[in-house]
């Protein structure tokens, strides 16, 4: 009678083959993102012919980091879950040096600020000059007090 006999794992000893299939879909990190949003996002939106990059680099997603093949595709991404998912998460203000420090007691704690994100404009929007705006979003309880301050101080 024969013994049974183990399974085989793939790649168990293979300590760099299995570190080259955990970061093969690493995309980039959103304090990365949100600073490409801050400052060269019209540049991504329009970016030159590149014959390596999937669709030549004509349908790029600033809020995910990914290349579209057409523009019909990279409209799909717009409503799928990751997209929306990804859209939520920028709207909080990337974690900083600063924040660390306040954490770490040297410093008074700050909340981060919420914003709006909404999906990128399309090529065309863009030509004619709209632009990607990251604007702050107001609680709904602060305002009425700003007004209940200034109401007081009126009176």
Same mark, same amino acid.
């Given at each position: =009678?024969?013994?049974?006999?183990?399974?085989?794992? =793939?790649?168990?000893? @293979?300590?760099?083959?299995?570190?080259?299939?955990?970061?093969?879909?690493?995309?980039?990190?959103?304090?990365?993102?949100?600073?490409?949003?801050?400052?060269?996002?019209?540049?991504?939106?329009?970016?030159?012919?590149?014959?390596?990059?999937?669709?030549?680099?004509?349908?790029?997603?600033?809020?995910?980091?990914?290349?579209?093949?057409?523009?019909?595709? =990279?409209?799909?991404?717009?409503?799928?879950?990751?997209?929306?998912?990804?859209? %939520?998460?920028?709207?909080?203000?990337?974690?900083?040096? $600063?924040?660390? $420090?306040?954490?770490?007691?040297?410093?008074?704690? %700050?909340?981060? %600020?919420?914003?709006?994100?909404?999906?990128?404009?399309?090529?065309?929007?863009?030509?004619?000059?709209?632009?990607?705006?990251? $604007?702050?979003?107001?609680?709904? @309880?602060?305002?009425?007090?700003?007004?209940?301050?200034?109401?007081? =101080?009126?009176?």
């Amino acid at each position: =009678m024969g013994m049974v006999q183990k399974r085989k794992k =793939m790649h168990s000893g @293979d300590t760099h083959l299995r570190r080259r299939w955990r970061v093969r879909s690493r995309r980039r990190d959103l304090d990365q993102i949100d600073d490409d949003l801050q400052t060269k996002s019209a540049e991504l939106i329009n970016q030159q012919v590149d014959l390596e990059q999937t669709g030549f680099a004509q349908f790029y997603c600033v809020h995910c980091a990914k290349y579209f093949i057409d523009d019909h595709a =990279m409209q799909a991404h717009f409503r799928t879950k990751v997209h929306k998912r990804r859209m %939520k998460a920028l709207e909080l203000e990337p974690y900083t040096v $600063e924040e660390a $420090e306040r954490a770490a007691g040297q410093g008074s704690y %700050k909340a981060p %600020k919420k914003r709006v994100i909404r999906t990128q404009p399309t090529k065309e929007e863009v030509k004619k000059g709209k632009r990607i705006q990251l $604007e702050e979003k107001l609680e709904e @309880d602060e305002a009425p007090k700003s007004k209940r301050k200034v109401e007081k =101080m009126q009176t």
